[in-house]
T-cell receptor, first 115, second 112 residues
Framework: NAGVTQTPKFQVLKTGQSMTLQCAQD?????MSWYRQDPGMGLRLIHY???????DQGEVPNGYNVSRSTTEDFPLRLLSAAPSQTSVYFC??????????????FGPGTRLLVL | GQQLNQSPQSMFIQEGEDVSMNCTSS?????WLWYKQDPGEGPVLLIA?????ELTSNGRLTAQFGITRKDSFLNISASIPSDVGIYFC????????????FGQGTILTVHP
C-alpha cells in the first residue's frame, strides 16, 4: 500500500490564483480530512469527509472547498489564494476498528506559499 | 470548540534521559492519539489509546489515557538522538468521527 499520497509537494501561487491540492489513499478508509499546519499552532482541521459524497466543515474552512466523489480521493480547492493561506497542508485518512475506534494516518504534506 | 493544551512546548535533554509530556482537554475524548513529526514530513502515529485508564507501550514509549478522559501523557524512556522531533497529542470526542483536535506540539531536542 502507498498509504496517503499528496501532490504537489511544493507550490507557489500569486494572490488570487486558484489551485487544487490532491490527496489519495489506497487503504479503503472511510474517513478523510484536510489539516493546515502553521508554526506554533499544531494542526487545524479545514474540511473532512465521512464517505463518498459527504463532506463537512472543520475549524478553519473559509477559502477552501472540497468534494469526495470516490472513496480514494479527497481534493482540496483554493478558489482565490490569499497570503494567509501560506501553510503546510496535510491530508489524512482514518478507519474504525470494531465501529468504535479511530486511527488517522497522514500524508507527507503540501507546502504552499502565496505571494 | 474543543481545546487541547499540550506541555511542555519544548524540551532540551541529554541522551539517555527520560521524557514526559502531557495533554489536557476542556472536554471529554473517546480516543487519544500520539504522533511524532520529523522535519518536512507528515505526522506518524506512535500510540493510540481508546479506553479511560488504558496504558499502552510501543518500545521505549508509554502513553496513558487519563481516568477523567480529559488528559493523556506520553513518556519516552532512555532517549536517543533520533527521538528528536515534534510530538503531538490528538483527541477525538463524541461522534466527531474523522475530526481530530490537536495539541500545539512539544519540540524535543536530544543532546548526544
Amino acid at each position: 500500500n502507498a498509504g496517503v499520497t499528496q501532490t504537489p509537494k511544493f507550490q507557489v501561487l500569486k494572490t488570487g490564483q486558484s489551485m487544487t491540492l490532491q490527496c489519495a489513499q489506497d487503504m479503503n478508509h472511510e474517513y478523510m480530512s484536510w489539516y493546515r499546519q502553521d508554526p506554533g499552532m499544531g494542526l487545524r482541521l479545514i474540511h473532512y469527509s465521512v464517505g463518498a459524497g459527504i463532506t463537512d466543515q472543520g475549524e478553519v474552512p473559509n477559502g477552501y472547498n472540497v468534494s469526495r466523489s470516490t472513496t480514494e480521493d479527497f481534493p482540496l480547492r483554493l478558489l482565490s489564494a490569499a497570503p494567509s493561506q501560506t501553510s503546510v497542508y496535510f491530508c489524512a485518512s482514518s478507519y474504525f476498528y470494531r465501529g468504535e475506534k479511530e486511527t488517522q494516518y497522514f500524508g507527507p504534506g503540501t507546502r504552499l506559499l502565496v505571494l | 470548540g474543543q481545546q487541547l493544551n499540550q506541555s511542555p512546548q519544548s524540551m532540551f535533554i541529554q541522551e539517555g534521559e527520560d521524557v514526559s509530556m502531557n495533554c489536557t482537554s476542556s472536554s471529554i475524548f473517546n480516543t487519544w492519539l500520539w504522533y511524532k513529526q520529523d522535519p518536512g514530513e507528515g505526522p506518524v502515529l506512535l500510540i493510540a489509546l481508546y479506553k479511560a485508564g488504558e496504558l499502552t507501550s510501543n518500545g521505549r514509549l508509554t502513553a496513558q489515557f487519563g481516568i477523567t478522559r480529559k488528559d493523556s501523557f506520553l513518556n519516552i524512556s532512555a532517549s536517543i538522538p533520533s527521538d528528536v522531533g515534534i510530538y503531538f497529542c490528538a483527541g477525538q470526542g463524541g461522534t466527531s468521527y474523522g475530526k481530530l483536535t490537536f495539541g500545539q506540539g512539544t519540540i524535543l531536542t536530544v543532546h548526544p
